[in-house]
């Protein structure tokens, strides 16, 4: 397989691609689509499931994204609530 690869790599201006290439991107894609940890450790060969989610099992930005923006969101409150509080209260009257 290689002998085919990694002329069109060169060919496409793509450096370092083999075999391996695919196998791992299929298996991220897989995990990324919801493939069962399991299975896919299954379909791969490995014989634990823990190598195959070492190797494969990768957090993208974008699955970051919402857990970050999640807690951003909640300090923003708490820094408003904070400044809030802090307003000058002179002129105010009390009853």
């Known amino acids: 397989m290689n002998r085919h690869v990694k002329p069109a790599a060169k ?3 793509v450096a370092s691609l083999n075999w ?7 298996a991220v894609n ?3 689509e919801g493939t ?3 299975v896919l450790s299954a379909m791969l060969g ?6 195959a ?3 494969y099992d990768h957090v993208n930005v974008e699955e970051l994204r919402a857990p ?3 807690l951003l969101r909640s300090y923003c409150e708490i820094e408003s609530a904070r400044s ?9 009257r009390h009853r």
């Not at 490995?46 to 190598?51: E, T």
């Not at 809030?84 to 105010?92: D, E, F, H, Q, W």
């Open 84 to 92: 809030v509080a802090l307003i000058p209260m002179s002129g105010l």
């Open 53 to 55: 989610m070492d190797v």
């Open 36 to 38: 069962h940890p399991k």
């Open 11 to 13: 060919k496409a201006g």
């Open 20 to 26: 391996h290439s695919f196998r791992h991107s299929f």
């Open 46 to 51: 490995h014989s634990r499931v823990q190598l």
């Open 68 to 70: 970050l923006e999640k």
């Open 30 to 32: 897989q995990r990324r």
